[in-house]
């Protein structure tokens, strides 16, 4: 029989959608679902999508890496470096990312969650950095999370691998908001809808600013100041093109 694609790919009115297709394994990443996944998200950069949503059938987003996998002709550096293209292009989508976090989302589940730029959790959620407990050391984890939370909270989350669930996912600072499992599909396609009935130059601009205001902490604030508005006004000027 057949297996079915690791990974859907659909593209409607401007909206983008990715989803990990192996619910009978928790959306396990295996090899070969990475290379789909990153197909994927390379589809929605050339589609010229408004919105990327990032999603997993059944009842988990993703358990992550399979970390004990090993494949016939391929190097763990050539592996591992794939993490490090799909992370890429989540993070550069030039639209707006949102991941529809359900269930388990550990280890890359987490970095889906992060490299998103609207995260949406279910109050059931469990999210994690479970690679040391599997005996790995998530070097390429660190490459980003201390961006995203605070040191001590990083150091504990990769060191313990313990889980964690959506209240503390928000406090933080995992996820962008909780809302009740019942309610996570129709609050996503909400999300998604409103998004992708505005200006999607207007969030282009957005979204490529808000990259550089993220990384301008020791550009003085006046300065920074300065070049938001010709930024905006450039913007405004070109037409809002």
């Given amino acids: 029989m057949t297996e079915p694609d690791p990974v859907l790919v659909a593209h409607a009115d401007g909206v983008a959608r990715v989803t990990f297709n192996r619910p009978d394994h928790a959306n396990t990443i295996t090899y070969a679902t990475m290379q789909a996944f990153i197909a994927g998200l390379e589809q929605a950069h050339a589609s010229g999508a408004t919105v990327l949503v990032v999603s997993g059938a059944g009842a988990d987003l993703t358990l992550g890496r399979d970390k004990g996998e090993r494949v016939a002709g391929v190097t763990r550096a050539d592996n591992l470096r794939l993490i490090l293209h799909a992370n890429e292009l ?61 040191p001590k909270a990083a150091d504990d989350l990769v060191l313990t691998s313990r889980k964690v669930g959506a209240a503390e996912a928000l406090r933080l600072g995992l996820v962008s908001r909780v809302v009740a499992e019942a309610d996570l599909d129709a609050t996503v396609e909400r999300t998604v809808a409103e998004l992708a009935g505005r200006d999607a130059s207007a969030l282009r601009l957005l979204k490529e600013f808000a990259g550089e205001a993220k990384s301008a902490e020791q550009r003085p604030a006046k300065e920074f100041g300065e070049y938001a508005v010709e930024r905006l006004v450039a913007w405004i000027e070109r037409g809002q093109s």
């Fill in 90 to 150: 989540l993070a550069s989508f030039p639209g707006i990312s949102v991941a529809a976090v359900r269930g388990r989302a550990f280890g890359f589940g987490t970095g889906l969650a992060l490299h998103s730029d609207i995260a949406i959790a279910a109050d059931t959620a469990i999210l994690g950095f479970d690679e040391l407990a599997a005996g790995l050391p998530p070097l390429v984890v660190l490459t980003y999370l201390y961006r995203h939370v605070t």
